[in-house]
Nanobody
């Protein structure tokens, strides 16, 4: 599965960005999807996940109420709407996918496929 993330950029603190991830796979609608991020000098961390139907979502405590994950199975895309961005949100954001049934979780090991990432920089 090829994943292509886009939408990153430079934004001032308090601003918003919407990341998108497109999957080149017709079976996308059966995948669990997630976003992770990795800040400079830090480990990759879980941000949000969404079930194949979109009916179940999970967020890291640090982004609850600030980020919203969604998906459009007709367009093979998953999005991450980010508002009230803070300098500590600066990171490379990666979308990830799992095609295993019942896959779910916050560990990177749950996900089999990864996009290249898109850089989000939040200036103070």
């Amino acid at each position: 599965v090829q994943l292509q993330a886009s939408g990153g950029g430079l934004v001032q603190a308090g601003g918003s960005l919407r990341l998108s991830c497109a999957a080149a796979k017709r079976t996308f609608s059966s995948y669990t999807m997630a976003w992770f991020r990795q800040a400079p000098g830090k480990e990759r961390e879980f941000v949000a996940a969404i079930s194949w139907s979109g009916g179940i979502t999970d967020y890291a405590d640090s982004v609850k109420g600030q980020f919203t994950i969604s998906r459009d199975n007709a367009k093979n895309t998953v999005s991450l709407q980010m508002i009230n961005l803070r300098p500590e949100d600066t990171a490379v954001y990666y979308c990830a996918a799992s095609d295993k049934s019942a896959a779910w979780g916050r560990s990177p090991t749950v996900y089999d496929y990864w996009g290249l990432g898109t850089l989000v920089t939040v200036s103070s």
